[in-house]
């Protein structure tokens, strides 16, 4: 089992930056993929990128790539996604992810392939 907390939401102007942090507890994360997605409303649940636990390894989605970068604290277990230069359409609620199955053969795009969410922070960007 793993336990996943977000925080850092919040209401920020279009060209501002935001920082999420993802809180894990719970079994080990070794050979684990610690994702981000969001959600906007009426939209599907989207990648937004991931990072491999074991060697810091990172992928982003198209839309976000070069504005927004994943991180992991390795003092603390906790993993970041910085956001700079924010759009209106980033605007979504952003769940943080665990993928901990080291037998998938899934996607780590995919949000189907994780196994365990946090309850979301809601990341608004007005223009």
């Known amino acids: 089992q793993v336990q996943l907390v977000e925080s850092g939401g919040g209401l920020v102007q279009a060209g501002d930056s935001l920082r999420l942090t993802c809180t894990a507890s719970?079994?080990?994360?070794?050979?684990?993929?610690m994702g981000w997605f969001r959600q906007a409303p009426g939209k599907e649940r989207e990648f937004v990128a991931t990072i491999y636990w074991d060697n810091d390894h990172t992928m982003y989605a198209g839309s976000v790539k070069g504005r927004f970068t994943i991180s992991r604290d390795h003092a603390n277990g906790a993993m970041s996604l910085q956001m700079d230069t924010l759009k209106p359409e980033d605007t979504a609620v952003y769940y943080c992810a665990a993928r901990v199955d080291i037998t998938s053969v899934q996607s780590v795009r995919e949000p189907r392939s994780y196994d365990y969410w946090g309850q979301g922070t809601q990341v608004t960007v007005s223009s």
């Open positions: 719970g079994q080990s994360l070794s050979g684990a993929y």
